[in-house]
C-alpha cells in the first residue's frame, strides 16, 4: 500500500512550484550553495595557477560545456507557438475524438514550423518543404499531426527515407549546401527515383518559398481514418488552410531576405504574437468512403505521392488553430518537443500507407538519443493534459518519484479498486478490427506505378506566372550540378509531365530538350456539381 510522502520527501520537492525558475537574491550553485562572485576562477593569487579544487568554475563549465542537444536528423531548423483549436462540431459524424467533435470544446496546441534540409542556424526562406506539425493536448491525450505544406511527399515507402534525405541534404565530403536542392545529389536521387516527382514539382513551385508561416497551408500527407460514435469510418485527409491566404515570396525576395534577415519567418511568427496579431487557420478534412479497395475516383488513398482533388473532395472545414503565445525558452519548448504519428486518441487511426507505417516508428526512435532516453515524455512541452496512469518506470533523466511497488499488471497490491479496462464505453483506444490477408513480398500495389499524372496536374493548375516560376526554379536549381549527365538525365524525367516546360528548362540550361515523348494528358476535373454525389458530405 502507498503512504503518503513524508514532509521532506523529493515527491513533495518535484512537485514543488518554482522547481528552477531562477529566481531570488542569491546566486547559488546547483546544489544550492550561495556564490560570493562568478566572475573570477578560484586562483593561487590573481596570477594564478587556477584551483581544481573550484567547485564553481568546474561546475559553470561543465554545464555549459552539455548545453547543446543533437539537432533534429531532418526538420532541424523550427520555429513553434502555442495556440487554442477550437471545434465547429460538425465532424461528429465522422470522428468521436472529442476535440474535433465537440462544438466549441477548446483545446490547447503546440505548433512547430520547419524547413527539411538545413541546420539549426539555417536561413528561413531557403527553396524546401516546410514542416507544419501540431500537438493537440486533447483531454483524451495526446493527438499529433505531424504535416507539411505540401500535400505529397518523394517516396511511397519509409524504408526510402534515408535515402531521399542522405540525398537531399549537404554532400557529405564539405557539408554544402546548407538548405537547398541545388545539387548534384538532389537531382541525381530524384531523377533515378521517379515517384518523386510529384513532390519534385512542389519544391519547384512557389510553395516552396512561402511569404511566412501565416500565409502556408498544411497537410497531413496520409491517408487517416476516422471513426465515429457509431463506429461507422471513414477514410479522410486533414488540411490546414491559413485564412490570411497563401502567399509566397518571389525568389530573388527569398534569396535577399536569406541574407538580410535569416530569421525572417521566425521573426515573423513571435513579433506577430507580440503584437496581437495572431496566425489563423482552420483545419478541414476531405472525407472519402472506407471502401475494401482504399481508393477514391481511381486514386490508391495508401500512395503518399498522390493528393485527391479538391474538386473531386472538398475540403470540409471542422475548426479553428489561433496561434497566440509565444515560448520562454526555445531549448526546453520548441527544441525539446516530440511529435510522433503513433499519438493517437480514439476516433483517429492510421492506415497501411507504407510512408506512414514507417514514420510510426521513426520519431519514437530518433527521440530516444535525441532527447537522451525513454522519459522525455516527462518534460513540460511533451506532458499529456490528460491523466497519466503508465506503469512505465525508471531510466536515464527519470525525473518523476514514483510511488506504489507494483507497476505490473496484474496485481493485487495497488489498493482495492486496481484499474479498470477501458473499453470504447469510457474511453479506450480500441483499434477496429480489421481483416489482414497476404504473402508476405518487398512490394508495391501496381497503382502506385503513375509518377507523372498528378505531377502534369499540378502544374496545369497553375497561373501563367507561376509556370514561369517554375521553369526558373528548375533552370536555377538544376544549373548548380556539377554533372552534365544529371541535368539531362532530370530532362528525360521532365519530358514526360510536360514538353513545354521541359523545353523551356532545357533552353535556360543550353542543353536540348529530350525528343519523342507525348506529356501527359490532363483531363480537366469536372464541375463540383457534377459530382456531388460522389462526395461523402459530414454533418
Ligand atoms: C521530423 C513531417 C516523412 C522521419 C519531421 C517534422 C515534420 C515531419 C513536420 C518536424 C517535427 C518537429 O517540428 O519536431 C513529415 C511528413 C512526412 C515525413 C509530412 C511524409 C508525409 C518521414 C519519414 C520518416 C521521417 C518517412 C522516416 C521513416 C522524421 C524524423 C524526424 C522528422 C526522424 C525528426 C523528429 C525529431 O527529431 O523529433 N517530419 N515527415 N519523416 N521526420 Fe518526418
Not at 174 to 198: G, K, M
Not at 459 to 485: G, N, R, W
Not at 486 to 513: C, D, F, H, Q, Y
Not at 519 to 528: I, K, M, N, Q
Amino acid at each position: 500500500t502507498t503512504k503518503e510522502p513524508a514532509e521532506n520527501s523529493p515527491v513533495k520537492e518535484s512537485l514543488a512550484p518554482g522547481r528552477g525558475l531562477q529566481t531570488g537574491d542569491y546566486l547559488t550553485t546547483g546544489q544550492g550553495a550561495r556564490l560570493p562572485d562568478t566572475d573570477h576562477s578560484l586562483k593561487v593569487g590573481p596570477r594564478g595557477p587556477v584551483l581544481l579544487e573550484d567547485f564553481h568554475l568546474r561546475e559553470k563549465i561543465t554545464h555549459f560545456d552539455h548545453e547543446r542537444i543533437p539537432e533534429r536528423v531532418v526538420h532541424a531548423r523550427g520555429s513553434g507557438a502555442y495556440g487554442t483549436f477550437t471545434a465547429y462540431g460538425n465532424a461528429a459524424s465522422v470522428t468521436k475524438a472529442g476535440f474535433l467533435a465537440e462544438k466549441g470544446r477548446e483545446t490547447e496546441v503546440f505548433t512547430r514550423f520547419s524547413t527539411v534540409l538545413g541546420s539549426r542556424g539555417s536561413a528561413d526562406t531557403v527553396r524546401d518543404t516546410r514542416g507544419f506539425a501540431v500537438k493537440f493536448y486533447t483531454a483524451e491525450g495526446n493527438f499529433d499531426l505531424v504535416g507539411n505544406n505540401m500535400p505529397v511527399f518523394f517516396i511511397q515507402d519509409a524504408i526510402k527515407f534515408p535515402d531521399v534525405i542522405h540525398a537531399a541534404k549537404w554532400h557529405p565530403d564539405r557539408e554544402i549546401p546548407q538548405a537547398q536542392t541545388a545539387h548534384d545529389t538532389f537531382w541525381d536521387f530524384v531523377s533515378l527515383h521517379t515517384e518523386a516527382t510529384h513532390h519534385v514539382f512542389w519544391a519547384m513551385s512557389d510553395r516552396a518559398v512561402p511569404r511566412s508561416y501565416r500565409t502556408m497551408e498544411g497537410f497531413g500527407v496520409h491517408t487517416f481514418r476516422l471513426v465515429n460514435a457509431d463506429g461507422e469510418t471513414s477514410l479522410v485527409k486533414f488540411h490546414w488552410k491559413p485564412v490570411a491566404g497563401v502567399h509566397s515570396l518571389a525568389w530573388e525576395e527569398a534569396q535577399l531576405t536569406a541574407g538580410v534577415d535569416p530569421d525572417f519567418h521566425r521573426r515573423d511568427l513571435t513579433d506577430s504574437i507580440d503584437a496581437g496579431l495572431f496566425y489563423e487557420y482552420e483545419l478541414g478534412i476531405q472525407v472519402m468512403p472506407d471502401t475494401a479497395d482504399e481508393t477514391f475516383q481511381g486514386i490508391d488513398l495508401l500512395d503518399p505521392t498522390k493528393i485527391v482533388p479538391e474538386e473531386l473532395a472538398p475540403v470540409q472545414p471542422i475548426g479553428k488553430l489561433v496561434l497566440n503565445r509565444n515560448t520562454d525558452n526555445f531549448h526546453a519548448e520548441t527544441e525539446q518537443i516530440a511529435f510522433h504519428l503513433g499519438n493517437l486518441v480514439p476516433g483517429i487511426e492510421v492506415t497501411n500507407d507504407p510512408l506512414l507505417q514507417g514514420r510510426l516508428f521513426s520519431y519514437l526512435d530518433t527521440q530516444l538519443s535525441r532527447l537522451g532516453g525513454p522519459n522525455f515524455n516527462q518534460l513540460p512541452i511533451n506532458r499529456p493534459h490528460a491523466p497519466v496512469n503508465d506503469n512505465l518506470r525508471d531510466g536515464m533523466h527519470q525525473s518523476v518519484v514514483h510511488r506504489g511497488i507494483a507497476p505490473y499488471l496484474p496485481n493485487s497490491l495497488s489498493g482495492p479498486e486496481g484499474v479498470v479496462p477501458a473499453g470504447p464505453e469510457n474511453g479506450g483506444y480500441v483499434h477496429l478490427p480489421k481483416p489482414v490477408a497476404g504473402d508476405k513480398v518487398r512490394a508495391n500495389p501496381v497503382s502506385f506505378a503513375d509518377h507523372y499524372t498528378q505531377a502534369a496536374l499540378f502544374y496545369a493548375s497553375l497561373t501563367p506566372i507561376e509556370q514561369d516560376h517554375m521553369v526558373e526554379a528548375f533552370t536555377f536549381e538544376l544549373s548548380k550540378c556539377y554533372e552534365q549527365a544529371i541535368r539531362v538525365r532530370m530532362l528525360s524525367v521532365l519530358s514526360n509531365v510536360n514538353a513545354e516546360l521541359t523545353a523551356k528548362v532545357a533552353a535556360g540550361l543550353g542543353l536540348p530538350a529530350p525528343e519523342g515523348k507525348p506529356p501527359v494528358e490532363v483531363t480537366p476535373s469536372p464541375a463540383l456539381a457534377q459530382i456531388t454525389d460522389r462526395v461523402w458530405p459530414i454533418a
